[in-house]
């Protein structure tokens, strides 16, 4: 047995098996909650825990345990002691910040969590809205008992299904921190009794949240930022409703002193009709085109509102003009002239209806 652990810390050495403890003796977390309340940080853990049920089969479970420290070492430290078990990051899947958390302490989450070698960073990282982190982490939920399970599908279904939140890993969330003229952005998710749904997405202005994109917002960024993969729209027709699904988008952005052109190539089809519509006529076709250009073209020129009210450069156009003229401007994406441009193209059946706008 002991040549077999030797043997096996040789093989995966770089992944820290120098350091082996028992399975039985870790406490694996699977979940992490941060909040901030009376000037301390408040910390969860969502521990798993299988049960027996029977001689073969077992029940996923989890515990819950927190802590509390003037700082988030400390909290983490404590935390740690409630376990009675060596904490095991290794399969990390969720950390939930409140919204506080991500307003004034995110800094020092960050900066805990690149320090600290046990824990990876490939998890998700969501905000909990109008919630405390830990009241999320303590759902209960009878059809996925594991809350951080729970939020990683309905983020991985989210991005085919809806399309209006963000699914950055915390590493990647950090990277856009620290490059000059990126933005980072986080999944924020909502809790109704014991369900959670996503609810957007909360754009930032370095390592503080400025606000929250509604899930329309949301799905407008994601088609900016060519992440649409079920982007949809409905717009209203006789007494009824159409809706168009965006499957994909490709953008440009350039930046020069004093313009900021978005061209935008969109690929949809109809998802959903209840109008009286000709779809055999290609005239159709062409009359959608026009009516979901501009409805699309009109949600960009009020997200780009929305960004600037929100004081965040969430598309990075200052770093599409730093990349291009090697120059710093702190307030291009704000001061310059947006120009918007939209290329739409609907299949249906095999075929691809296109009209290009002259506007």
Known sequence: MKKLIILLCLIFLTSGCYDYVELNNLSIISGISIDYIDDKFLVGYEILNEQKQGSDATTKGTIIVEGKGKNIAEAFLNTAKETQKKPYYAHLKTLIISEEVAT???ESIIDFFLRNTDIRSEFNTVIAKDTDALDMLSSNNKNQPVISDLIESLLNSNKYYKNNTSTAPFEEIVTDILIYGNEAEMAVIEKDGNTLSVSGIGIFNEYKLQGIL??????????????????????????????????????????????????????????????????????????????????????????????????????????????????????????????????????????????????
């Open 104 to 106: 004034n302490k995110l």
């Open 214 to 359: 509604t899930p329309e917002e949301s799905i407008t960024y994601n088609v900016l930022t060519g992440n649409a993969l079920n982007a949809s729209y409905t717009t209203s027709c006789d007494s009824d409703s159409i809706t168009l699904g965006i499957y994909k988008s490709k953008p440009e952005i350039k930046v020069t002193n004093n313009n900021i052109d978005i061209n935008l190539k969109l690929f949809g089809s109809v998802i959903e009709s209840n109008c009286n519509y000709n779809f055999k006529d290609t005239k159709t076709y062409e009359k959608l085109n026009k009516e979901y250009s501009k409805i699309i073209k009109d949600k960009i020129y009020d997200f780009i509102n929305t960004t600037k009210m929100l004081n965040s450069d969430i598309l990075g156009i200052r770093r599409t003009y730093y990349i291009d003229s090697r120059k710093k401007d702190e307030n291009i994406w704000k001061n310059a002239k947006y120009n918007v441009n939209v290329d739409l193209k609907i299949n249906k059946k095999g075929l691809i209806f296109e009209v290009h706008n002259d506007n």
